[in-house]
């Protein structure tokens, strides 16, 4: 079954280009030029996956994007984040902490916005699949399909990459994971145009507090390389 992308694009024949580009590498492609249609979408066609630019009319690409991570319903939802304008390193950051799965800047070639496409579904699918098992480790409990976290029975909230990041490092319990290792898996960072480590420093001391000493203790930094779960 064709994966079902959302594409959400202001400038009509940027938007007509990739459509017809997404439809050839065998997508079913959903389309408009504004932010509110588009949770309207979300709503009622329940994309696999949405690309959205940040310069919308009315309701921008970031405030999208948070919407959509903000609902119960849609949260799970994949969002590629694509801009001409805010570039920055800042901008980027600011659009991952909207939610955005990946990030990715104009130009760029059609070939890298699909292979993005598929890598972030690739990502989704992994710990979001119905053979998805819930990981238990002292008190806590990871449900990676119905992406929920609980310690001693009480839920505890984290943002999608705070989640992912916990997932990841539970999954690989017992092994250092390099700095590049997480960024690339967890953000999608391309390595060659982005290596900052407090990325993942900031995620790691936000887990250490919101899940409590104990389990907190557990996240170990391997000074110059990584860090692990043990």
């Not at 970031?62 to 994949?78: G, L, T, Y």
């Amino acid at each position: 079954m064709k994966k079902k992308i959302l594409l959400v694009e202001d400038d009509r024949k940027m938007l007509d280009v990739m459509r017809r580009y997404l439809e050839n590498c065998g997508f079913s492609v959903l389309f408009t030029d504004n932010g509110s249609e588009a949770l309207m979408f979300v709503r009622d066609s329940k994309p696999d996956l949405v690309v959205a630019d940040v310069g919308l009319p009315g309701l921008d690409g970031f405030a999208m994007c948070k919407a959509i991570k903000s609902s119960s319903e849609s949260a799970s939802m994949p969002v590629i984040i694509i801009s001409g304008g805010k570039t920055g390193e800042a901008d980027i950051v600011e659009g991952y902490g909207k939610g955005a799965d990946d990030y990715l800047t104009k130009p760029f070639a059609f070939s890298v916005l699909a292979a993005k496409i598929n890598a972030v579904l690739r990502r989704f699918g992994a710990v979001s699949g119905p053979a998805a098992k819930k990981i238990k480790e002292q008190g806590l409990v990871l449900d990676p399909s119905g992406r929920t976290v609980k310690v001693a029975g009480k839920p505890v909230v984290l943002t999608r990459k705070e989640f992912d990041l916990l997932t990841l490092l539970l999954e690989k319990k017992g092994r250092v994971l390099g700095v590049p290792y997480i960024l690339e898996t967890v953000w999608g960072y391309d390595m060659t145009t982005y290596d900052n480590p407090h990325t993942v420093e900031t995620h790691i001391s936000s887990l250490r507090k919101k899940l409590g000493a104990k389990l907190g203790a557990r996240f170990v930094s391997m000074t110059g390389y990584g860090y692990k779960f043990e």
